[in-house]
Nanobody, 124 residues
Framework: QVSLMASGGGSFQAGGSLRLSCTYY????????MGWFRQAPGKAREGVAT???????SYGDSVKGRTTISRDNAKNTLYLEMNSLSPEDTAMYYC??????????????????WGQGTQVTVSS
């Protein structure tokens, strides 16, 4: 059984930075694709970034260039660092995982396990 616990959300100022963490509880963390997603009020959930088991990363267009996803396989933890925050980044941020070979933030249906989410609010 796999469970995920996201943390690090809070209130941030526009132009600032954040760092979210997601702890994975279960076996085989290093074999799993890990991803971050977010959902703003009244909007569909969108993919933010994914990190493959070999460390390869990919990013959604809305965050590319100002976001870094990373994973520490020794600590079973996934991170998301985002800078140049704007109010448009306000959302509930979720981490998710699956064991399939492909690892793509745009294919949300692949992700089997989801964390509870951590709220990020950016004010101008």
């Amino acid at each position: 059984q796999v469970s995920l616990m996201a943390s690090g959300g809070g209130s941030f100022q526009a132009g600032g930075s954040l760092r979210l963490s997601c702890t994975y509880y279960g076996d085989y963390y290093s074999d799993y694709c890990m991803g971050w997603f977010r959902q703003a009020p009244g909007k569909a959930r969108e993919g933010v970034a994914t990190a493959k088991k070999d460390g390869g990363t990919s990013y959604g267009d809305s965050v590319k260039g100002r976001t870094t996803i990373s994973r520490d396989n020794a600590k079973n933890t996934l991170y998301l660092e985002m800078n140049s925050l704007s109010p448009e980044d306000t959302a509930m941020y979720y981490c998710a995982t699956h064991a399939a070979r492909r690892c793509n933030w745009s294919i949300m249906s692949d992700f089997t396990y989801w964390g509870q989410g951590t709220q990020v609010t950016v004010s101008s």
